[in-house]
């Protein structure tokens, strides 16, 4: 009775785990606990066969202590496949050898249309061909895994990617912070278009192409908001290219235009540059052009007043020259859009005598011409020579 007073319990060990599985392409890091279920201190250390393996702290004195072991592929030297080896736990407390796994076969994804994922490189080349599988697979436990094993230095940056719900837009970031691929930039097919505007409205188009098959989502608007100008859309987006080329319609409104002449820029893109900027100048077309299809005639000739008609309705024409031998067909005509007026040269022969006879070189007239329009009347004189050219 007395002895038992006296007596002293020894440490025991224990350790709350069976064994340690790692991953050998990735570092790895875990920790497991060492107790004294004993009496006493318990003190020990930690023995490790594989030199990419370290423990910490590899030697102790306690009877509860974390030990934090992390393993470097770098440093551990393996052959392809599983390695088995040991961890010895010393102390005065008994000794537990802890087995250890490690996988050093590379990591890799098979996908249901053949090829199997193992790189950066191979998801870029299958996302280029299965870009829908690709959104799925990036998103999923696998690639995480798959990106670890492969010592994937961005982690934490694709971690911010893998929340972001436009999948299409993380991913072409994550290929460009992996270097796989450039940004894309947008150009325009062409910088300026000029027009002519006339009564109605007119539609018309510019494309739009893609530096590469990227991810592109660009907004597009008018710079100083001009109403007469009005765009097909507000956004491009990925799926509006084909052939990284996009064709963006609008249309311009000639009634919403306050002058005879305008100036509009459109922006393709969050920021203005020299790529992305298309100049749109428009005039307005006079609403009757009169003119002689040409201003030299000889005096036995033929010619024609060209009309233009941009009113909209159809005009009254009358004409009228002063010298006889200048003939029309018709004094009065009804011109719609384009029209065209033909008269004859025709010097009389007291004409042709006095010419002879003054010995001009040529002789200048004019032709009187007056259109009605609904609510105005135009008249212009057109001057003519003739002569021996």
Same mark, same amino acid.
């Given at each position: 009775m007395i002895d038992s007073i006296y007596e002293h319990h020894l440490p025991v060990l224990e350790v709350d785990t069976k064994s340690i599985s790692i991953q050998a392409a990735i570092h790895h890091e875990d920790s497991f606990t060492i107790r004294n279920t004993g009496g006493g201190l318990l003190s020990g250390h930690i023995l490790s066969r594989n030199r990419g393996l370290v423990f910490t702290p590899s030697q102790w004195s306690g009877n509860t202590q974390t030990i934090t072991y992390s393993f470097s592929p770098d440093n551990a030297g393996l052959t392809p496949g599983i390695t088995n080896?040991?961890? @010895?736990?010393? *102390? +005065? =407390? =008994? !000794?537990?050898? %802890?087995?250890? *796994?490690? +996988? *050093?076969?590379?990591?890799? $994804?098979?996908?249901? !249309? =053949?090829?199997?994922?193992?790189?950066? *490189?191979?998801? @870029?080349d299958y996302a280029l061909v299965y870009p829908a599988a690709a959104r799925r697979m990036f998103t999923s436990s696998e690639f995480y895994m798959l990106l670890l094993s492969t010592g994937y230095k961005y982690m934490d940056v694709y971690e911010n990617l893998h929340k972001d719900v436009n999948r299409e837009r993380a991913m072409d970031n994550f290929f460009i912070l992996s270097g796989l691929k450039s940004k894309t930039h947008l150009m325009l097919e062409? #910088? #300026? $278009?000029? %027009?002519?505007l006339q009564t109605d409205k007119i539609y018309e188009r510019f494309q739009v192409q893609k530096s590469n098959s990227g991810y592109a989502d660009a907004p597009i608007a008018t710079l100083g908001g001009a109403p007469w100008l009005a765009l097909s859309t507000g956004r491009l987006a990925s799926s509006d290219y084909n052939n990284n080329l996009a064709t963006v319609d609008f249309s311009i409104d000639p009634q919403l235009l306050s002058g005879m002449f305008a100036r509009e820029h459109i922006v393709v893109g969050p920021t203005p540059d020299t790529n992305n900027i298309l100049e749109i100048t428009v005039r307005r077309a006079a609403p009757l052009s009169i003119r002689l299809n040409r201003e030299g005639f000889r005096y036995e000739d033929r010619g024609s007043i060209e009309i233009e008609n941009n009113t909209g309705a159809n005009i009254k024409v009358e004409v009228y020259c002063r010298d006889r031998y200048i003939r029309f067909y018709a004094n009065t005509h009804m011109a719609s859009a384009v029209h065209s007026i033909p008269f004859e040269i025709r010097p009389s022969a007291f004409a042709s005598a006095q010419r002879l006879f003054s010995r001009l070189p040529y002789i200048s007239t004019y032709i009187d011409v007056r259109a009605h329009a609904p609510g105005q009347v135009f008249h212009k004189r057109l001057h003519l020579n003739i002569g021996e050219w």
């Amino acid at each position: 009775m007395i002895d038992s007073i006296y007596e002293h319990h020894l440490p025991v060990l224990e350790v709350d785990t069976k064994s340690i599985s790692i991953q050998a392409a990735i570092h790895h890091e875990d920790s497991f606990t060492i107790r004294n279920t004993g009496g006493g201190l318990l003190s020990g250390h930690i023995l490790s066969r594989n030199r990419g393996l370290v423990f910490t702290p590899s030697q102790w004195s306690g009877n509860t202590q974390t030990i934090t072991y992390s393993f470097s592929p770098d440093n551990a030297g393996l052959t392809p496949g599983i390695t088995n080896t040991t961890a @010895y736990i010393c *102390s +005065n =407390g =008994g !000794e537990i050898a %802890l087995p250890i *796994s490690i +996988n *050093s076969a590379a990591m890799t $994804i098979p996908t249901a !249309e =053949g090829p199997a994922i193992a790189t950066i *490189s191979d998801f @870029y080349d299958y996302a280029l061909v299965y870009p829908a599988a690709a959104r799925r697979m990036f998103t999923s436990s696998e690639f995480y895994m798959l990106l670890l094993s492969t010592g994937y230095k961005y982690m934490d940056v694709y971690e911010n990617l893998h929340k972001d719900v436009n999948r299409e837009r993380a991913m072409d970031n994550f290929f460009i912070l992996s270097g796989l691929k450039s940004k894309t930039h947008l150009m325009l097919e062409k #910088q #300026q $278009i000029h %027009l002519v505007l006339q009564t109605d409205k007119i539609y018309e188009r510019f494309q739009v192409q893609k530096s590469n098959s990227g991810y592109a989502d660009a907004p597009i608007a008018t710079l100083g908001g001009a109403p007469w100008l009005a765009l097909s859309t507000g956004r491009l987006a990925s799926s509006d290219y084909n052939n990284n080329l996009a064709t963006v319609d609008f249309s311009i409104d000639p009634q919403l235009l306050s002058g005879m002449f305008a100036r509009e820029h459109i922006v393709v893109g969050p920021t203005p540059d020299t790529n992305n900027i298309l100049e749109i100048t428009v005039r307005r077309a006079a609403p009757l052009s009169i003119r002689l299809n040409r201003e030299g005639f000889r005096y036995e000739d033929r010619g024609s007043i060209e009309i233009e008609n941009n009113t909209g309705a159809n005009i009254k024409v009358e004409v009228y020259c002063r010298d006889r031998y200048i003939r029309f067909y018709a004094n009065t005509h009804m011109a719609s859009a384009v029209h065209s007026i033909p008269f004859e040269i025709r010097p009389s022969a007291f004409a042709s005598a006095q010419r002879l006879f003054s010995r001009l070189p040529y002789i200048s007239t004019y032709i009187d011409v007056r259109a009605h329009a609904p609510g105005q009347v135009f008249h212009k004189r057109l001057h003519l020579n003739i002569g021996e050219w």
